[in-house]
């Protein structure tokens, strides 16, 4: 590896530890907050055939018009039996399946970098709901 590349490494690294350091010091949302995503259908097609994945959660919904008439707000806020993490997954889902019919995934690599950019996109990956392995 040249002299350039060392370096994007190196400042590649530093950043991803300047974020987990910050990550650390930052306070995280308190798990009352509301989740919101924006689907591209009206909010009278999301209530009549909201996903089964996410209806069946114990979660309060909310659904409602999005601004500047651009569809529906679906917003989720999570109880003490559901994770931020997985009402975000299952909102993510939600979402796909009102506008495609289907849950659309990313693929996965099929193999990944073993040095430290290939850890750090893994990471990313996982914290995302994507998959991938650490």
């Known amino acids: 590896m040249n ?5 994007l490494l190196a400042a590649a690294a530093a950043a991803a530890v300047a974020v987990t350091r910050h990550r650390r010091r930052t306070p995280s949302a308190p798990d009352d907050s509301w989740l919101a995503v924006t689907v591209n ?6 209530q009549s055939s909201l996903p ?3 209806a069946r959660l114990k979660v309060e ?3 409602r018009p999005a601004t500047g008439d651009k569809g529906t707000e679906l917003s989720a806020k999570p109880t003490e039996t559901v994770s931020r993490p997985d009402l975000r997954i299952a909102m993510r889902q939600a ?5 495609t019919g289907e849950v659309i995934e990313s693929d996965l690599p099929s ?4 040095g430290p950019m290939g850890k750090v996109l893994q990471l990313v990956t996982n914290r995302s709901g994507g998959g ?3």
């Open 3 to 7: 002299t350039a590349g060392k370096a």
């Open 41 to 46: 259908r009206s909010p009278d097609e999301v």
């Open 52 to 54: 089964e994945s996410l």
């Open 61 to 63: 919904i909310r659904i």
């Open 95 to 99: 979402k796909s399946l009102l506008e």
């Open 111 to 114: 193999s990944t970098h073993p």
């Open 132 to 134: 991938g392995r650490l």
